[in-house]
């Protein structure tokens, strides 16, 4: 969680397989780029342009995070992965499944949940912040083990929680 202009992020990566797979793509130029330098004496175009293509790629692979509006029914999600980003209508959320390390959110419209991968403290920070949402109307649901993070969510807001 990072607050930016008065507005808090929460970072996020996709699915697993897309994330490997994103970052395996944005790491390798700055491998080509080092090899094609080790082979040269001089620092050559490509080398350079390698290392600005990877420089953009990692820079592209932070911009993944969700806003809360505050004065809208609105929650946005940002990221290069198709899917995944977008505008979300807080009211339209049905429930979010919370697992130990990702969190999953279903639509009215969909059937299948979207999964985003957070850390502890993101997640914790933004579960709080859309629960506290007026416009929330879903519920939350607590998957695996309960530990003492999710034994403060069920002792404080009893109402909108449900735990497997």
């Known amino acids: 969680m990072i607050k930016i202009f008065g507005k808090y992020r929460y970072h996020w990566q996709p699915e697993l397989s897309f994330t490997i797979i994103y970052w395996c793509l ?31 790629l990692v820079w592209l692979g932070f911009q993944r995070y969700f806003e809360i509006s505050e004065d809208k029914d609105i929650l946005f999600s940002r990221g290069l992965v198709p899917g995944y980003a977008g505008k979300t209508v807080i009211s339209s959320i049905s429930k979010i499944a919370v697992s ?30 859309l629960i506290i949402n007026p416009n929330f109307k879903g519920e939350l649901i607590l998957i695996g083990q309960i530990d003492q993070y999710f ?7 009893n109402s909108k929680i449900t735990g497997l």
């Open 151 to 157: 034994n403060s969510y069920l002792k404080e807001k």
């Open 100 to 129: 130990k390390r990702a969190i999953i959110i279903y639509d009215d419209r969909t059937s299948k949940g979207r999964i985003f991968y957070m850390r502890k403290w993101p997640k914790k920070y933004f579960i709080d912040t």
């Open 26 to 56: 944005a790491v390798t130029p700055i491998f080509i780029s080092l090899a094609l330098l080790y082979e040269n004496t001089q620092i050559s175009t490509s080398s350079f342009v390698l290392f600005i293509v990877f420089i953009a």
